[in-house]
């Protein structure tokens, strides 16, 4: 049984950095797509950024594109989100994702299996 546990939300001042790590387990994710979502109140869950297992190879909203880098650590079987330049607009509840299929790629909630629990983020102005 596939499970993803997320860490690292909290509160941070504009401009500034966290770490979001999600723990996968149940699996070998060698070739499946992992990902970031978040959602907002109010607002539907929305694409943050994607990786392909295997290769590494990654792609991102534009909204964050830049600023966001996702990356994974194949012997912690870790995902990560490393946030920079944080704004206010950031501020949601952040899942981690994870889909057997590492093709093609993936932006939608739908293209995705398993889901983690979510972990709040909250940028202050």
């Known amino acids: 049984q596939v499970q993803l546990v997320e860490s690292g939300g909290g509160l941070v001042q504009a401009g500034g950095s966290l770490r979001l790590s999600c723990a996968a387990s149940?699996?070998?994710?060698?070739?499946?797509?992992m990902g970031w979502f978040r959602q907002a109140p109010g607002n539907e869950r929305e694409f943050v950024a994607t990786?392909?297992?295997?290769?590494?190879?990654?792609y991102y909203a534009d909204s964050v594109q830049g600023r966001f880098t996702i990356s994974r650590d194949n012997a912690k079987n870790t995902m990560y989100l490393q946030m920079d330049s944080l704004r206010p607009e950031d501020t949601a509840v952040y899942y981690c994702?994870?889909?057997?299929?590492?093709?093609?790629?993936?932006?939608?909630?739908?293209?995705?299996?398993?889901w983690g629990q979510g972990t709040q983020v909250t940028v202050s102005s």
């Open positions: 990786i392909r297992w295997s290769s590494g190879a990654s």
């Open positions: 149940g699996r070998t994710f060698s070739n499946w797509s």
């Open positions: 994702a994870a889909d057997p299929t590492g093709w093609p790629i993936k932006r939608v909630p739908d293209d995705y299996d398993y």
